[in-house]
């Protein structure tokens, strides 16, 4: 069974191009990224951590911390962080995790429980290990997705994400379809009409379950 929204993450210690981890430790009281890559020295791949190294300033904003898995080994990763920087013009200051054992691709369900890497591999035989987890500062699973090695995530959609998870993390309230920061979100059906009104002064009844209200930033 692959693992759940709200569910406590997979903890693990592991070497990085930074040194050893221990997951939930790295984490502290942050929430924190993990976006993971089938090899090393691959194109798409080189274009999305040269994202997130010119995202940096934005996730500090909000407090979270990110760290980049791929299933080659630390040597590699320094190397390739090299080409990283280049391509995205800036440093590429967060770790990333050198998963030769596919053991947290495993524990994160990208993997087979029976997945190897054969000699002579390519990144097809390690192809599903392109995803994005957005955990809480509880170790919780908050939202993840899934891409195809041949299309590059949006880096913005993730930032975007992470936003509508901390904005409704914080009060009983959910973001509608497309929201950006700014925008009204939704009250919770948990809140009574009465309470609403009373918490958040003008609410907008466009229907009698879809209550919105302004951004209560």
Request: hydrophobic share 40%; net charge negative.
């Amino acid at each position: 069974m692959g693992l759940r929204i709200n569910e406590t993450v997979p903890n693990f210690t592991a070497m990085t191009d930074q040194g050893e981890i221990s997951f939930h430790d790295w984490i502290g009281d942050s929430y924190a990224i993990l976006f993971s890559h089938p090899k090393d020295y691959t194109p798409v791949c080189t274009t999305e951590f040269g994202a997130v190294a010119q995202l940096a300033d934005e996730w500090a904003k909000r407090g979270t911390k990110v760290i980049g898995l791929s299933v080659d080994g630390v040597e590699d990763h320094k190397g390739w962080k090299s080409d990283i920087e280049n391509v995205a013009g800036t440093t590429a200051g967060f770790p990333i995790i050198a998963d030769e054992g596919l053991e947290v691709s495993k524990a994160f369900d990208m993997l087979p429980a029976d997945a190897y890497l054969p000699d002579g591999r390519t990144p097809a035989d390690s192809a599903t290990v392109r995803s994005v987890f957005i955990i809480g500062p509880d170790k919780k699973l908050r939202l993840s997705m899934t891409y195809p090695m041949s299309v590059g995530r949006n880096f913005a959609e993730v930032l975007r994400a992470l936003d509508a998870v901390m904005k409704t993390d914080s009060a009983p309230i959910a973001t509608p379809a497309n929201w950006t920061p700014g925008d009204d979100v939704i009250v919770a059906l948990s809140v009574s009409d009465d309470d609403a009104k009373a918490k958040y002064g003008e609410v907008d009844f466009k229907l009698p379950y879809l209550r919105t209200i302004k951004d209560p930033a």
